[in-house]
């Protein structure tokens, strides 16, 4: 019997070290123990968390410019190019609309920041009020404005995915209009600067372990540990919510155009 289990203890003695998923584990535990023993220590590790939102933030606008000006480059013609961006129009204004009720049910239902005990008066209303613009909504001609960039640089320095859209979408049927002449020369170019930009992504993703050990000491240091059963509720509902929203999206996707999420088709050139 030892000899049976010695092969999985050395396999799993491997994995330990590289796995990724262990590595947040024990991340979170250490998070756990730091801020509940070293409270002060824990709130001031937040930056480790911070800085990871940061950088993954910071890689967001050049991949989305990638892979829609390669997505759109690929479509072979701008007749090709309308009709699959007026069905994917389509498409994401109604997925965002079913996600917006899921989740405004799924807050309401099972409200899952309640036990928080946040006094509302150490939040910084500053921050706030830019993420929601104090409160007031853009008008249909102002949320149209805003979409296009005062310039290519500016759209991605400030973070705006719109507006990098915008630009993406420009570049792509640019491409398209100049034919097969010039886009077998800038094609290539695009898709390696995807694979650097999914490259480095990579590379921070094997910083999630220090991200996950900030924000849990953080957390447990600055609300008490009772946060992690409120924290932890929260993901459940999240995570629950999106399944729900996949098979909903999956079972509208099969009723109007018969395709399914979940098969696996061979692509044919």
């Known amino acids: 019997m030892p000899h049976a289990t010695a092969p999985f203890v050395r396999r799993a003695g491997r994995l330990l070290p590289t796995s990724l998923f262990v590595q947040v584990l024990v991340a979170l535990v250490l998070g756990v123990v730091v801020g509940r023993l070293w409270p002060q220590?824990?709130?001031?590790?937040?930056?480790?968390?911070?800085?990871?939102?940061?950088?993954?933030?910071?890689?967001?606008?050049?991949?989305?410019?990638?892979?829609?000006?390669?997505?759109?480059?690929?479509?072979?013609?701008?007749?090709?190019?309308?009709?699959?961006?007026?069905?994917?129009?389509?498409?994401?204004?109604?997925?965002?609309?079913?996600?917006?009720?899921?989740?405004?049910?799924?807050g309401n239902v099972f409200a899952p920041g309640a036990g928080m005990h946040v006094d509302p008066a150490s939040l910084d209303k500053g921050a706030v009020d830019a993420k929601t613009g104090g409160g007031h909504l853009p008008s249909a001609a102002q949320f149209a404005l805003e979409s296009l960039p005062n310039s290519a640089v500016g759209a991605f320095a400030e973070n705006s995915l719109l507006q990098v859209l915008v630009?993406?979408?420009?570049?792509?049927?640019?491409?398209?209009?100049?034919?097969?002449?010039?886009?077998?020369?800038?094609?290539?170019?695009?898709?390696?600067?995807?694979?650097?930009?999914?490259?480095?992504?990579?590379?921070i993703m094997r910083?999630?372990?220090?991200?996950?050990?900030?924000?849990?000491?953080?957390?447990?240091?600055?609300?008490?540990?009772?946060?992690?059963?409120?924290?932890?509720?929260?993901?459940?509902?999240?995570?629950?919510?999106?399944?729900?929203f996949l098979v909903l999206l999956g079972l509208a996707l099969k009723a109007v155009t018969g395709l399914s999420l979940w098969e696996v088709r061979p692509l044919h050139p």
């Not at 479509?75 to 405004?104: H, N, P, Y």
């Not at 993406?168 to 694979?195: F, R």
């Not at 999630?208 to 459940?236: C, N, Q, R, W």
């Open 167 to 203: 630009l993406a979408c420009l570049v792509g049927a640019a491409l398209l209009h100049l034919g097969q002449q010039k886009v077998p020369q800038l094609l290539p170019l695009i898709e390696q600067a995807q694979e650097v930009v999914f490259t480095i992504v990579g590379y």
């Open 41 to 106: 220590a824990g709130s001031s590790l937040q930056p480790l968390g911070d800085g990871f939102v940061r950088l993954i933030k910071a890689m967001i606008a050049p991949l989305v410019f990638c892979v829609v000006v390669a997505g759109i480059t690929k479509a072979g013609d701008l007749r090709a190019f309308g009709r699959i961006g007026v069905k994917a129009l389509i498409w994401f204004e109604a997925a965002t609309s079913l996600a917006l009720v899921a989740g405004l049910l799924a």
């Open 207 to 244: 910083l999630a372990p220090l991200a996950v050990l900030g924000a849990t000491a953080h957390l447990v240091g600055e609300y008490g540990l009772g946060a992690m059963s409120t924290y932890g509720k929260l993901i459940a509902v999240c995570y629950g919510v999106a399944l729900a």
